[in-house]
RNA sequence: GGAGGGAUGGCUGAGCGGUUAAAAGCACCGGUCUUGAAAACCGGCAUAGGUUAAUCCCUAUCUAGGGUUCGAAUCCCUAUCCCUCCGCCA
């Protein structure tokens, strides 16, 4: 959620970096509901002001010894029947102005790209050299049917889009989710972090997934409504949900969670393969920063992504998303995108964002400044660290055989019991 | 599933119809003292909104939403969360 104060005073700045994200601010709307709201607070809290002051009178009168009858009679007039309905029209203005503010996405740092999608992202930099294969590189789909990934299992008990793996594919996906929490917790100072994977509205509300995106979320109705968790990120951000930590900051977090997401209106876009999949897991990092250090934290935060890829030896690149691809709540993303030999295509598995303090307001997530001794709202950032099974499908693609074999990489064979080779 | 108990500021915790936005302690900030620090002592210290050049001031907030009342942290109802006991259970 933006700043009110911030939209109010700068209104044409506002409209003019919403519309990098091309995300068209109704100023008038806007404008009419903020004053909407203050004319409705003002005639409420003088009626208030009038009432509380009748009925200290009364107080008074009857410490006095009068009785509370004559207290009142005397006082009398400014009771009025007005003030539950001004109470009330202020309380919905209120609550039409934070809608509309809920809807706004974060404004986009002045160093984000313009552009309208991915094809206007900037290649910041790439990593190591697509192998050259002496014969015809196959795609993870050929490559793991042989060797357990079968996606007529994940049919068969659940549908299109999910996968089940046996044997030595199973192996591989759980080493994969291990060497990075190793990685990140050993290496990269965050802390290991389990948390639900069904989590309520308000947490969704508050790194804004919701109101605007419900359609791509699983909803578990029941006496109480959940969601299952379409990131690590909604769950480990909202850990400082209304508070004000006492922590020193920064505070980092790891944590591995399945991801779930009903992938509306992307049907057709990657249906082969398990690069798009209702359910899959992630090892997502999460951090709280000082405001001054957030820009620093997000290239720390997206190396750490990259060393993952590095370790491995896959070879990627990263870009800085331009305006238009940006997220609803982001400031500026990094994307790590992986090259795959069966596609010929650099395809994201990583997206590392800043949310400045858009994310801190809604959620309402605090630290103590030292300076001020005020609490202030903090920055979030998060980034995925990576997502496993598009690893899995980067490491099976490059590390093919012409026999159809996969070489395990070198960082991930203390994970697989020592296996050099995964052979059918 | 059954029976109880609870939710107060960054934290602990008093208050249980009218100078209570809320005692006290801790934490934090400033000062005195000290070579420096600690201790001691003195003072300050909730959040949000309205108003303002800024202060003053005004309003709201004692989990949330309703209700009773001239007046609610305090009484009643509902919801949420937490705790205890019983039952069930990976």
């Avoid at 400082?240 to 006492?246: G, Q």
């Amino acid at each position: 959620m933006l700043d009110v104060k911030f939209i109010r005073d700068n209104l044409d700045q506002v409209k003019a970096a919403l519309a990098k994200k091309g995300f068209m601010f109704d100023e008038a709307e806007f404008t009419r509901l903020d004053e909407a709201r203050k004319a409705a607070l003002t005639s409420a809290q003088s009626l208030q002001a009038e009432k509380k002051k009748a009925s200290k009178q009364i107080g008074a009168l009857i410490g006095q010894g009068m009785s509370p009858e004559d207290a009142k009679a005397q006082v009398m007039g400014s009771i009025d029947s007005d003030i539950g309905e001004a109470e009330l029209a202020a309380k919905q203005a209120e609550q039409s102005l934070r809608e509309l503010l809920m809807s706004i996405p974060n404004v986009p740092q002045n160093d984000v790209p313009f552009g309208s999608d991915e094809n206007d992202n900037v290649e910041v930099l790439t990593w190591g050299e697509p192998v050259a294969f002496s014969f015809e590189a196959k795609d993870h789909v050929d490559l793991g049917e042989p060797l357990g990934l079968s996606f007529d299992d994940g049919a068969l008990v659940a549908g299109s889009r999910f996968v089940a793996m046996s044997g030595a594919m199973a192996r591989l996906h759980r080493a994969i989710t291990q060497f990075m929490l190793d990685t990140h917790s050993e290496e990269h100072g965050y802390e290991e972090t389990y948390v639900p994977y069904l989590v309520n509205r308000q947490a969704l509300e508050g790194t804004g997934q919701l109101p605007k995106f419900e359609e791509d979320l699983f909803k578990v109705p029941g006496e109480k409504d959940f969601y299952l968790i379409p990131t690590a990120e909604v769950p480990v951000t909202n850990l400082l949900r209304d508070s004000v930590t006492d922590k020193t900051l920064p505070i980092k977090k790891v944590a591995h969670t399945p991801c779930f997401r009903s992938e509306a209106g992307s049907y057709g876009r990657d249906t082969r393969g398990m690069i798009r999949q209702h359910q899959f897991d992630k090892v997502e990092l999460v951090q709280f920063v000082r405001p001054q250090d957030s820009d620093a934290a997000l290239e720390e935060l997206t190396g750490h992504a990259e060393a993952i890829l590095q370790k491995l030896n896959l070879p990627y690149r990263k870009v800085i998303l331009c305006g238009g691809d940006l997220g609803f709540s982001a400031a500026k993303t990094y994307d790590l995108e992986v090259w795959l030999p069966g596609q010929q295509k650099y395809r994201e598995i990583s997206s590392c964002s800043t949310f400045g303090d858009y994310q801190a307001r809604r959620m309402q997530a605090r630290w103590r400044n030292p300076e001020t001794g005020k609490p202030e709202l903090l920055h979030t950032l998060n980034g995925s660290g990576l997502a496993v099974g598009r690893t899995m499908v980067a490491i099976l693609e490059n590390y093919q055989q012409e026999d159809g074999s996969i070489v395990v990489p070198e960082a991930l064979r203390p994970y697989m019991r020592g296996l050099e080779v995964i052979r059918p």
